[in-house]
């Protein structure tokens, strides 16, 4: 398999450290992004010029463009664009603040617009290019507890979507990581919780022992390497893909659930039209 050149954001750990060693290790080179880039110093002092570290905070669109810029005048060109950078946040839809909103949405979603905007002009140029999206299975379905969350991922969902077919005839691939519950730190120290209201006190706990029932045991990054570098090497890769085992049936309850819905209103559907 011939080289190529990553650009992954959000490097310090979790899938972004994980994907990037994997391609550190075959002979890729990787533009790394991190907040913090002390975090990357053991992987520079390990793979040396095969990695190049870049303080980003992926909010700063100027910022995101300037760091796609270096990685390519870097290393020549780019070939895999990993959006990772992101974090989770709890709270009801009620107690979610509006900087607390803003602010889960100027990472997790702008973040992601604004470095696949600055790749894109590279990518066409060469006519080839793949683009990672890392989502969620929270990108396709919705809980209590984590609505702003899933605002950012559906809305990644949704760009991303129409961004593979307008794409497409440049020789551009895009696709959508869709993990389960990793121990990523996504609920760890990375995240937020907003203030609770005393009034969803028994609703906390309820979806407390809710979500650990559904997520089951936390999927190591570490084993989701070997999967990442199937999906990139794919001549024809997804543009949707689940990483672990329970976002399948989670999909599927889901789903079925929504076309049931929507067939037995139909009439109702039909009525609107003035048919």
Same mark, same amino acid.
């Given at each position: 398999?011939?080289?190529?050149v990553?650009?992954?954001?959000?490097?310090?750990?979790? &899938?972004?450290?994980?994907?990037?060693?994997a391609?550190?290790?075959?002979?890729?080179?990787?533009?790394?992004?991190?907040?913090?880039? @002390?975090?990357?110093?053991?992987?520079?002092?390990?793979?040396?010029d095969?990695?190049?570290?870049?303080?980003?905070?992926?909010?700063?669109?100027?910022?995101? &463009?300037?760091?796609?810029?270096?990685a390519?005048?870097?290393?020549g060109?780019?070939?895999?664009?990993?959006?990772?950078?992101?974090?989770?946040?709890?709270? &009801?839809?009620?107690? +979610?603040?509006?900087?607390?909103?803003?602010?889960?949405?100027?990472?997790?979603?702008?973040?992601?617009?604004?470095?696949?905007?600055?790749a894109l /002009?590279?990518?066409?140029?060469?006519? @080839?290019g793949?683009? +990672?999206?890392?989502?969620?299975?929270?990108?396709?379905?919705?809980? /209590?507890?984590?609505?702003?969350?899933?605002?950012?991922?559906?809305?990644?969902?949704?760009? @991303?979507?129409a961004?593979?077919? !307008?794409?497409?005839?440049?020789?551009?691939?895009v696709?959508?990581? !869709? /993990?389960?519950? &990793?121990?990523?730190?996504?609920?760890?120290?990375s995240?937020?919780? @907003?203030q609770?209201? %005393?009034?969803?006190?028994?609703?906390?706990?309820?979806?407390?022992?809710a979500?650990?029932?559904r997520?089951?045991?936390?999927?190591d990054?570490?084993?989701?390497?070997?999967?990442i570098?199937?999906?990139?090497?794919?001549?024809? %890769?997804?543009?949707?893909?689940f990483?672990?085992?329970? %976002?399948?049936?989670i999909?599927k309850?889901?789903?079925?659930?929504?076309?049931?819905?929507?067939?037995?209103?139909?009439?109702?559907?039909?009525?609107?039209?003035?048919?």
């Amino acid at each position: 398999m011939a080289e190529k050149v990553w650009f992954i954001t959000g490097t310090s750990r979790g &899938f972004g450290r994980e994907w990037a060693i994997a391609a550190l290790e075959r002979g890729d080179k990787v533009a790394a992004t991190a907040r913090n880039v @002390s975090s990357l110093d053991d992987l520079v002092e390990r793979f040396g010029d095969a990695i190049l570290p870049l303080s980003l905070d992926v909010t700063d669109r100027a910022a995101d &463009f300037a760091a796609v810029a270096t990685a390519h005048e870097s290393f020549g060109r780019l070939d895999v664009v990993v959006n990772n950078a992101g974090y989770g946040h709890f709270g &009801f839809v009620e107690e +979610i603040s509006e900087d607390e909103a803003r602010q889960q949405l100027e990472t997790n979603l702008f973040g992601a617009l604004w470095v696949t905007q600055a790749a894109l /002009p590279f990518l066409r140029e060469r006519g @080839s290019g793949h683009i +990672i999206q890392v989502s969620s299975i929270g990108g396709i379905s919705a809980f /209590p507890l984590v609505g702003i969350y899933h605002a950012s991922k559906w809305a990644l969902e949704g760009f @991303s979507q129409a961004l593979a077919q !307008e794409v497409a005839g440049f020789g551009i691939k895009v696709t959508l990581i !869709e /993990p389960g519950g &990793f121990s990523t730190d996504w609920g760890g120290s990375s995240s937020v919780t @907003s203030q609770p209201l %005393p009034a969803y006190e028994q609703l906390h706990a309820q979806v407390a022992e809710a979500r650990k029932a559904r997520l089951g045991v936390a999927g190591d990054p570490n084993a989701s390497a070997a999967a990442i570098l199937k999906i990139v090497d794919a001549a024809q %890769p997804p543009l949707r893909v689940f990483f672990g085992t329970a %976002p399948l049936g989670i999909a599927k309850a889901d789903y079925a659930s929504r076309l049931e819905t929507w067939e037995k209103w139909n009439d109702v559907s039909v009525l609107a039209q003035g048919v």
